[in-house]
């Protein structure tokens, strides 16, 4: 049974570029999360999906937008990219927007140059 | 300053030993969770505690939650090489577990 799986596992871009990071839930899971995570940094909250809808959003600026499918697979978008953006990028889903339990995949290791 | 904060912010023990690993909170905690993180990569849910002095134990590893003290600790018997990494605990303050809130993690080395 395949956990929640990222793609891709790393990016490298140029800042002012675009990046789209990828994310599918384990198989049943209807929530979505993003964080950020920068090095030597827990994880920051950028945000949470369920049913496609927007269940909750961090301090973040509006470069970064989501979006969740039918299929409760995942896009976060970052446009504009600063280099203060390289960082792990999680994503972790659960059963439900309020549900015990965050399952995490490996994330995306974004660096912007 | 942190909500969450975390202490130490890094040990390294010889193989063997016991270690203990703290997160104490600002506020009033819904729930507490573990993580273990190897570098670079993903989480891994290790537990999640809600209730006043609740104890959960998972091979080796042995979480408690005090709620008077808004505090909750991780403890390692008989470190093991594998039980290296960055240990993070995460709070749910809203009570619904949508966003949780980061201590900023310790790092775990264990010496063979």
């Known amino acids: 049974d395949a956990g929640v799986t990222q793609s891709p596992t790393h990016l490298i871009k140029t800042r002012g570029q675009h990046v789209t990071l990828r994310c599918s839930p384990i198989?049943?899971?209807?929530?979505v999360s993003w964080y950020q995570q920068v090095l030597g940094q827990g994880p920051q909250f950028i945000f949470q999906?369920?049913?496609?809808?927007?269940?909750g959003r961090g301090n973040f600026p509006d470069r970064f937008s989501a979006r969740q499918f039918p299929n409760y697979s995942s896009e976060l978008n970052v446009n504009a990219l600063l280099l203060g953006d390289s960082a792990l990028y999680l994503c972790?889903?659960?059963?439900?927007?309020?549900?015990?339990?965050?399952?995490f995949g490996s994330g995306t290791r974004l660096t912007v140059v | 300053s942190q909500e969450l904060e975390q202490s130490p912010q890094s040990l390294i023990v010889q193989e063997g030993k016991n270690l203990t690993i703290n997160c104490t909170s600002s506020?009033?905690?819904?729930?507490l969770y573990w993580y273990k993180q190897k570098y670079g990569e993903g989480l891994i849910f290790l537990m999640m505690?809600?209730?006043g002095g609740e104890e959960k134990s998972h091979e080796k590893i042995t979480a408690k939650l005090d709620e008077k003290k808004q505090q909750s600790s991780l403890h390692i018997t008989a470190s093991q090489p594998s039980h290296a990494g960055i240990y993070l605990c995460?709070?749910?303050?809203?009570?619904?577990?949508?966003?949780?809130?980061w201590g900023l993690g310790t790092s775990l080395a264990v010496n063979p």
């Open positions: 972790a889903s659960s059963l439900s927007d309020s549900n015990y339990g965050y399952t």
């Open positions: 506020k009033t905690l819904y729930g």
């Open positions: 995460g709070a749910d303050y809203a009570g619904n577990n949508r966003k949780l809130i």
């Open positions: 999906y369920y049913e496609k809808e927007e269940r």
């Open positions: 505690l809600q209730k």
């Open positions: 198989s049943g899971h209807k929530s």
